[in-house]
């Protein structure tokens, strides 16, 4: 084989975290009352755009998972392949001039020439301080001074018109799809996505995906001449590093809730229901937690991790597995201390549950303590776990970020937007100031932070059963805007119909 697939401690985690939940949803729609507070969710159309944005960095992360080593090119004398230490991606091999396409330093966004100036010796023998040529960015053009605005916006004019005809496409297998299953014509079908009249607001989803595909197709036109996002002080492509930064961030986010879930679940619901002493040493042990600094606890762990990996270095045949390994425990150690505020709710939500009637008539009819918690307390406190789950995920990126800033995070052979920010943070202090490594940093994380919350916030309408109790009053309380069909309406509703007798 010309590759040898690894698997690593992360990438396997992320197997078994897809597989769940595509279990997850293939019984919920087999479920109907399950599958209703969901399709709430897809009425949403701030969360259905946010999805989508959502799925992009999902793909992105996926394709960094799947990672393999390449064969090397001469044999044992057995005739065996010999493999690259190096440990490579999907995503890698997608995206190879972009890693591969490195400079000798610094260099501009979209820039011809190095961002520095250095000293070239010309033939007769004198010294001059210039600006060199790039390598790879912009190595096309003849005459960069005259030529390089021009190509940019040619390349970037054919990137957006490629990424417009991809989504054309998209939107008309979408549409031909959707006229088929409601079995309408085609033209009737666009009049009702642009007239909004559809139950998924199919209108936000295809205006978010034609922005995202013209910045793709604008991008890869772009990137495959030019740095786009420029370089840092090895040369290395700085869209490259945050597009291999996604993973982290998704993997802190996710494995971290896994880890976190069964703690907080556990232990709140517990300490709700059974209250008495198992509530007195469940609130001790996450009130002791708390009372400890988190930034410290996790430094201590990774330290001594750390520590750990250097001693027993012949444990590990790559650089990547030993970086993964810290990585694995990082999302441990973010998880066994970032339980305690779910917890905390889940205990006062439970504590209000079991005072509840139909609780009470359970215990009355000898109901096990399990089954009552089981089927009772659980699928009402799911949807607090379902939102903090989501909200949480942000926060979770972010605590990559600041602790790989302050020197506990990921290792540092791994691409970050945590190391990115924390290479940025001596970059920002030169003279000339490189800005452009923080900046691309600073909205890739954004727009992942970003779309988390709203999605968040749509789960949160949907699911939250107390916003949708008052919305209903709400609409119930509301005052009628045709006031002279009130009375009319009122009295036929209460005319009693058993006589015919006229006054």
Not at 223 to 249: E, F, P
């Amino acid at each position: 084989m010309p590759f040898s697939p690894i698997i690593l401690w992360t990438d396997a985690l992320i197997y078994l975290f897809v597989g769940i939940v595509l279990f997850l949803i293939c019984y919920v729609r087999r479920n109907e009352h399950l599958l209703t507070p969901w399709k709430r969710v897809g009425h949403s159309a701030s969360g259905m755009s946010a999805l989508t944005v959502l799925l992009f960095f999902l793909i992105v992360g996926l394709l960094d998972t799947i990672h393999f080593r390449p064969a090397l090119e001469h044999k044992t004398p057995n005739g065996e392949r010999v493999y690259s230490v190096e440990v490579l991606s999907l995503l890698d091999l997608l995206v190879t001039p972009l890693r591969t396409n490195m400079e000798k330093t610094y260099s501009a966004p979209l820039a011809t020439h190095l961002y520095a100036k250095e000293t070239i010796e010309l033939p007769d023998g004198k010294q001059i301080r210039i600006f060199a040529r790039l390598k790879y960015g912009g190595s096309h053009l003849k005459n960069p001074d005259k030529d390089h605005v021009n190509d940019i916006i040619w390349r970037s004019a054919k990137g957006l018109m490629v990424g417009s005809l991809v989504w054309c496409l998209l939107a008309a297998g979408l549409i031909n799809f959707l006229s088929h299953r409601h079995q309408e014509k085609f033209t009737q079908t666009i009049a009702t996505i642009l007239q909004r009249k559809t139950e998924i607001p199919w209108y936000a989803i295809l205006i978010t995906l034609l922005i995202l595909l013209m910045i793709i197709g604008c991008g890869t036109a772009l990137a495959s001449h030019y740095h786009v996002l420029g370089t840092d002080k090895v040369g290395q492509d700085i869209l490259y590093q945050s597009l291999k930064s996604i993973r982290i961030a998704l993997v802190i986010g996710t494995l971290t809730t896994l880890i976190m879930l069964p703690f907080a679940l556990l232990l709140g619901i517990m300490a709700g229901y059974f209250r008495g002493w198992i509530d007195d040493v469940i609130q001790y042990t996450y009130t002791t937690l708390n009372s400890i600094p988190s930034v410290l606890l996790i430094a201590a762990a990774v330290l001594m991790m750390q520590v750990y990996i250097e001693t027993h270095s012949e444990l590990f045949e790559t650089i990547a597995a030993r970086a993964d390994l810290r990585l694995l425990f990082l999302c441990i150690i973010l998880g066994v201390t970032s339980w305690t505020s779910l917890c905390r709710l889940l205990r006062g939500e439970a504590m209000k549950l079991r005072e509840l009637e139909y609780i009470q008539a359970a215990h009355a009819f000898g109901v096990s303590h399990w089954r009552i918690i089981t089927r009772h307390i659980l699928p009402n406190v799911m949807h607090i776990v379902l939102i903090a789950t989501v909200m949480d995920f942000s926060g979770l990126v972010l605590a990559e970020a600041v602790l790989s800033y302050v020197g506990v995070g990921v290792d540092p052979s791994m691409m970050s937007f945590g190391t990115m920010i924390n290479a940025a943070r001596l970059e920002m202090a030169r003279e000339p100031m490189v800005w452009w490594a923080l900046l691309s940093a600073f909205i890739f994380m954004f727009t992942l932070v970003l779309s988390a919350n709203l999605f968040a916030d749509a789960v949160q309408n949907a699911l939250d059963p107390r916003r949708r109790t008052l919305k209903q009053s709400k609409r119930f309380f509301q005052k009628p805007d045709n006031k002279e069909q009130t009375p009319s309406k009122l009295s036929q509703a209460i005319k009693p119909t058993g006589s015919s007798h006229q006054p």
